[in-house]
């Protein structure tokens, strides 16, 4: 305890942090302003673990019960940390260790053959299915929302983000669309109804293929929108339009020559595609060992730095890149008050065990797009220089001509999707 004392006397300077060790003893950090965080630690052998491995140990030992919030909650707790230390940043020589041996390894964390895809995605997205009702949209959109001030709601967000991503993606009706990735069909299914375009959706969990389709039939436009159970690799049809919506942070540093490779294959000549991904803005990193463990293995948020070589060396063309910063600290952050709000309900789906896990991974998402360094970016690709027009005003007017779509098809019952 006494070197972690020593670290953390060190480290923080803002906020009120609050120690108790195993021991009894109380020791305090920080100039006493802003977040205010009172932790126990349960045992020695933790407290060693939070000193050695603080990326990993901070969210094993809440999960576990070994770290506990006397004061405060988990989002505090990670706020006060980001802030002052950074999510993925060591906090001695010990934990630097195992920082940098991650970043040698990260290659090999993120080796995702389609095999090893499909667990990972299974892993996450086929979860118990009432669970995401309990804290997403009525249209289960999963990925961050668009935000043109915060005081909309998040039904609200998620449908200035579908229309945002189709004005970019210029449609009209027949066009082919690819949604790689396509999770429970929302993206497809308001493309399709707004547009009368035709969308294939891609996805490998299991449990999205079954709703998604249950929802395009649902919907009565199952003729014009469907979804397969299929890796993006092995997809050979011909496409005007592909987009994928949250799905590239589980493609893997590996694969990302594949991945723009087979976009530009499936892409045709006058064809355009839009890639919305979680980036991060500090350079190329390591995925926290805690989040690849428990919540996204596989996975990697990555850099433009690494992004953008690999759409050129696939020989398309960048034609608009847009960054939303704030736009997925919101997102989280309507997600978590949801989650927290029916608590009660998930304890029943899991356990307190899966609830604190859960509880983690969305606070500290929350912080790290507030404070850590990542934000979302959509890439628009065309193999043609003149495939879009010449000013972005296009997306305006586009917008201006697709309804929001604040009442989608809702999920239909799990015995219906089945």
């Keep these: 305890m006494f070197i972690l004392d020593t670290m953390l006397k060190r480290l923080v300077k803002k906020g009120a942090l609050t120690i108790i060790d195993p021991d009894g003893r109380v020791h305090t950090y920080g100039d006493g302003q802003g977040f205010v965080s009172t932790l126990r630690i349960t045992d020695k052998a933790t407290a060693w673990k939070l000193l050695t491995n603080p990326e990993l140990e901070v969210g094993e030992a809440f999960m576990d019960g070994r770290l506990v919030i006397e004061k ?9 940390f980001i802030q002052n ?6 906090i001695g020589p010990l934990s630097s260790i195992g920082s940098t041996a991650r970043k040698v390894g990260r290659r090999l964390a993120q080796y995702n053959p389609a095999g090893r895809s499909k667990n990972n995605v299974a892993h996450h997205y086929d979860l118990k299915d009432e669970l995401f009702d309990l804290f997403l949209d009525e249209d289960r959109q999963y990925s961050c929302a668009y935000f043109p001030s915060t005081d909309v709601t998040l039904e609200e967000a998620q449908a200035y983000k579908k229309r945002h991503i189709a004005a970019k ?16 069909g929302g993206m497809g299914l ?66 990302f020559d594949a991945y723009f490779r087979k976009i530009a294959e499936l892409l045709n000549d006058d064809g355009v595609g839009l890639v919305h991904a979680i980036g991060r803005s500090d350079g190329p990193g390591a995925t926290n060992p805690w989040i690849q463990k428990y919540i996204f293995p596989g996975g990697y948020s990555p850099a ?13 063309i960048v034609t608009d890149i ?86 989608p098809v809702p999920a239909p019952a799990r015995e219906a999707a089945e």
């Design 72 to 80: 405060g909650d988990v989002y505090d707790m990670i706020a006060l």
């Design 169 to 184: 993606l210029l449609l009209k009706p027949g066009v082919k669309v690819l949604d790689i990735g396509s999770g429970w």
């Design 190 to 255: 308001y493309i399709s109804n707004v547009t009368k375009a035709d969308v294939t959706g891609i996805t490998l969990s299991e449990e999205q293929h079954k709703v998604s389709n249950a929802r395009a039939a649902a919907a009565g436009i199952a003729d014009r929108v469907r979804f397969d159970l299929i890796d993006y690799r092995k997809v050979t049809q011909k496409f005007d339009r592909i987009v994928s919506v949250g799905m590239f942070e589980h493609v893997g540093l590996n694969h």
């Design 322 to 407: 847009e960054i939303l910063r704030i736009h997925y600290a919101e997102t989280l952050k309507h997600w978590r008050i949801r989650f927290n709000h029916n608590r009660e309900q998930i304890r029943a789906l899991y356990d307190d065990r899966f609830c604190r896990m859960w509880e983690m991974y969305l606070a500290a998402s929350e912080a790290t797009f507030r404070w850590g360094g990542h934000m979302v970016f959509q890439i628009q690709v065309a193999k043609s220089i003149d495939a879009v027009p010449l000013t972005r005003d296009y997306i305006g007017e586009a917008e201006k001509g697709l309804p929001l779509d604040l009442k």
């Design 85 to 90: 230390i950074g999510w993925s940043t060591n």
């Design 304 to 316: 433009l730095s690494e992004v953008l070589p690999a759409i050129e060396r696939a020989g398309l």
